[in-house]
């Protein structure tokens, strides 16, 4: 079964370091999400990408975050000055139909960031 | 806004028990989906809702979508030990986000 892949499975940084978390959506999708869980915590949105660009961003995605899909397979975030309260479980997410009454999410694994 | 409440937070049940958890907002939803996580893995979908009054059935869960389609609820029936987790209920208005409630998590005592 076709699946959503997370790298690295978890990431160590110092306070103000800039890191990537990678993810490869399943292929034929074509909207990708990330979402964030903080320890104990519920899994929160941060942004959604389509065609591109991204169509939707939460509160939580200041300017400190940005998204990328350098290629057709690989999508990237990343954290450019990382702040203790960004460590979390970064889920990366993909879903094929574009409408909203028949979309299904898939997640990744995720990637446990922990800034030190 | 579209904060999602779900209750109760946890639940501590004997194998072969029922469990019953719901989601309610202020909001109305186009979609109401239920996921389960396992510890250090990300959310799986369980059962997905589209229409508002919708009763579906996946094995031993059961999920309905509210007909104000502000609130959900999950039940599990027979609860088995594999049944450990956290569920997550997860709201949809639009195709671009999903907002998810706080979970609810689950032990199941054999």
């Known amino acids: 079964e076709p699946e959503v892949t997370q790298t690295p499975s978890h990431q160590v940084t110092q306070m103000g370091q800039e890191v990537i978390l990678r993810c490869v959506p399943i292929?034929?999708?074509?909207?990708f999400y990330w979402y964030r869980q903080i320890l104990g915590q519920k899994v929160e949105f941060l942004v959604s990408?389509?065609?591109?660009?991204?169509?939707?961003k939460s509160e939580i995605f200041d300017d400190q975050f940005s998204v990328e899909r350098p290629d057709g397979s690989n999508f990237t975030l990343k954290i450019r000055s990382t702040k203790l309260e960004d460590s979390a479980m970064y889920f990366c997410?993909?879903?094929?139909?574009?409408?909203?009454?028949?979309?299904?999410?898939?997640f990744g694994s995720g990637t446990q960031l922990s800034v030190l | 806004g579209q904060q999602l409440n779900q209750s109760p937070q946890s639940m501590f049940i004997q194998e072969g028990e029922d469990v019953s958890m719901n989601c309610t907002s202020s909001?109305?939803?186009?979609?109401w989906l239920w996921y389960k996580q396992d510890p250090g893995e990300g959310p799986v979908l369980l059962i997905a809702?589209?229409?508002?009054?919708e009763l579906t059935s996946n094995g031993r869960l059961t999920a309905q979508f509210g007909i104000t389609r502000k609130d959900s609820f999950l039940n599990i029936s027979a609860s088995i030990p594999s049944d450990v987790g956290i569920y997550f209920c997860a709201g949809r208005r639009r195709a671009n986000d999903m907002r998810f409630g706080a979970g609810t998590r689950l032990t199941v005592k054999p």
């Open positions: 997410a993909s879903s094929a139909d574009q409408r909203a009454t028949n979309e299904k999410l898939f």
């Open positions: 292929s034929n999708h074509l909207y």
């Open positions: 909001s109305i939803f186009n979609t």
């Open positions: 990408f389509y065609n591109n660009e991204i169509s939707e």
């Open positions: 809702l589209y229409k508002a009054g």
